[in-house]
């Protein structure tokens, strides 16, 4: 090989991807157009391969120095700008991306947590007429120890932080994603039963709407109410967001399969799975820390109830102001 011949013809693509690098360094590589940065890491790889060949060669010092230079920027600014670039699309979502598929979900949302409550006031009133009703859905065991012992069942909490907390939240994950899926269907072995899309949904949110209106009523009789519902708010100002959030994705997917519109029913269920998805990557982390705040916080005695409630107002009001975040229009 003519080695002063070969550097002649390449030494233009070096300076090219020396200038694109320069670019790129001081001002990031999104200041490249499209085209710049597949221009980069096509030049990335020539250049890698000059410097393989100019090894073998005997090229002088000074070029190989110069060209493994080259490579290690463009492999810096390739694979770490990529990098760099998802976690910024991580924080993109975090700050504007999650609020934005809320709010563009919000009457399936609205939907849920009316089921919730519907099932909460049923279970209420059925539960303050018939005290049958109230040791059916909670269990007779259960509701007479919590009227003899006079104390709330949470203390038991107490010494096992670690391991309630974790057990909380995979808990309340698995509820989430049930009501999730259940916008497509669910095996109900109890029937046994295969659920049409959005049964399930709907049967979960009531359920569990229900069972807090039993124990509304429970706790009431035993005097208990201000302490229960001093521990469920800390925590609940998340939780039961995120169950109402994964309600309503469910309720999504299954409009996506009943009522797809004008539009092919896999293409709308395609749309309306993503952004069941989006709602899913939001609601798991407002689980994890609703988790630690039941199992670290809820339920010490030594807190007063009305910081309690002071932190569970204060957590309930920065979500609602989260998710009306409008991400800033740009400037024209």
């Not at 597949?38 to 005997?58: C, E, P, T, W």
């Not at 999730?180 to 399930?200: E, H, K, N, R, W």
């Amino acid at each position: 090989m003519n080695v002063q011949r070969w550097m002649a013809r390449r030494e233009s693509s070096w300076r090219q991807l020396e200038t694109l690098l320069a670019q790129a360094e001081k001002t990031g590589l999104r200041s490249l157009s499209e085209g710049q940065v597949r221009q980069m890491a096509s030049l990335y790889r020539s250049v890698s391969a000059d410097l393989a060949r100019a090894k073998g060669h005997g090229v002088s010092q000074a070029v190989i120095k110069d060209l493994q230079g080259l490579t290690s920027r463009s492999y810096s600014q390739i694979y770490q700008g990529s990098r760099r670039q998802e976690w910024q699309a991580l924080g993109d979502f975090c700050r504007y991306g999650f609020p934005a598929v809320v709010q563009q979900s919000w009457g399936y949302i609205a939907v849920a947590t009316a089921l919730f409550v519907m099932g909460g006031l049923v279970g209420w009133w059925i539960a303050w007429q018939d005290p049958a009703f109230l040791t059916l859905v909670l269990g007779q065991g259960f509701v007479e120890e919590v009227k003899t012992s006079q104390e709330l069942w949470t203390v038991s909490i107490i010494g096992i932080e670690p391991v309630a907390s974790s057990g909380i939240m995979i808990n309340n994950i698995g509820v989430s994603l049930r009501a999730i899926l259940g916008g497509v269907t669910m095996f109900m072995s109890q029937g046994p039963l295969i659920t049409p899309p959005g049964a399930f949904t709907v049967f979960l949110l009531m359920f569990n709407g229900l069972m807090i209106g039993c124990v509304g009523v429970l706790v009431a009789q035993a005097n208990l109410a201000y302490d229960l519902w001093a521990f469920v708010f800390p925590h609940g100002a998340l939780e039961l967001p995120a169950i109402f959030m994964a309600g309503g994705a469910g309720l999504l997917i299954a409009r996506g399969i009943l009522v797809p519109g004008p539009y092919r029913r896999i293409d709308t269920f395609k749309r309306c799975g993503l952004q069941a998805a989006q709602l899913l990557y939001g609601i798991v982390p407002m689980l994890v820390i609703a988790g630690l705040i039941e199992g670290f916080f809820s339920p010490q005695t030594w807190i007063p109830n009305e910081f309690k409630y002071i932190v569970g107002t204060a957590l309930l009001v920065g979500l609602v102001q989260y998710c009306r975040t409008q991400r800033p229009q740009a400037n024209p």
